[in-house]
């Protein structure tokens, strides 16, 4: 059965103090892997797809990779605007009806 | 250039009734589709829509429903509410549906429509 974990569930960080989130995934036939940014009360603001092993996007203070089994986002120096949830998702195998993780709540502290 | 747009944004509902959430879609984009969020957990698929056609179906029961109209915006329906079913209600657009091939096309959310069921 398809699925994404994500760890950790929470985060909290010191403005300046980087650190990595994870995504685990099992799905036949990975086609891509996307990430989301999901501030509290609205819908998931599009941040990075991510085709095959090996790949790199970067954004601001994001990076995001991409190995076999899993995906990482790397946060650089965070910032307290930084503070959301970050989700991840993989379509299902042959269809485009994408799968959450649960995502990680990170917050960001001055 | 506009994003997708859903309303209501906010919605009370008592149990037993009927419920239409709308959407519009991102302009140029063909495909819709429509994902529960309850708090605390990562969207669940309910529908997509592509070219007025459903394209496929998420495990929910048969009180949901949806359909796509020619100028692309989508309807959700849901029927006979429960407590249950109080949620953020999001639509996603994009600019096709891969129908299975390996190419995907990455969806981009609307601000959501949260329900409330009492």
């Known amino acids: 059965e398809d699925q994404v974990t994500q760890s950790p569930e929470a985060l909290r960080l010191q403005e300046g103090e980087s650190s990595s989130l994870n995504c685990s995934y099992t799905v036949s036939g990975l086609r891509g892997l996307f990430w989301y940014r999901q501030d509290p009360g609205k819908g998931p603001e599009f941040l990075f797809t991510l085709y095959s092993a090996g790949e790199e996007k970067e954004k601001e203070r994001l990076k995001a990779t991409l190995t076999k089994k899993e995906s990482f986002l790397h946060i650089t120096a965070p910032k307290p605007e930084d503070s959301a949830t970050y989700l991840c998702?993989?379509?299902?195998?042959?269809?485009?009806?994408?799968?959450f993780g649960t995502g990680t709540r990170l917050q960001v502290f001055p | 250039d506009a994003g997708v747009t859903q309303s209501p944004t906010h919605l009370i509902k008592t149990r037993g009734q009927h419920v239409t959430l709308r959407c519009s879609p991102i302009s140029g984009h063909k495909s819709v589709s429509w994902y529960q969020q309850v708090l605390g957990q990562g969207p669940q698929f309910i529908f997509q829509?592509?070219?007025?056609?459903?394209?496929g179906r998420g495990n929910f029961p048969d009180r949901f429903s949806a359909r796509q109209f020619p100028n692309y915006s989508s309807e959700l329906n849901v029927n006979a509410l429960l407590l249950g079913d109080s949620a953020l209600y999001l639509c996603?657009?994009?600019?096709?549906?891969?129908?299975?091939?390996?190419?995907?096309?990455?969806?981009?959310f609307g601000p959501g429509t949260r329900l409330t069921v009492t």
């Open positions: 996603a657009s994009s600019l096709a549906s891969s129908g299975g091939a390996s190419q995907i096309y990455e969806q981009y």
């Open positions: 829509y592509y070219e007025k056609e459903e394209r």
């Open positions: 998702a993989v379509p299902s195998y042959n269809t485009d009806k994408l799968i």
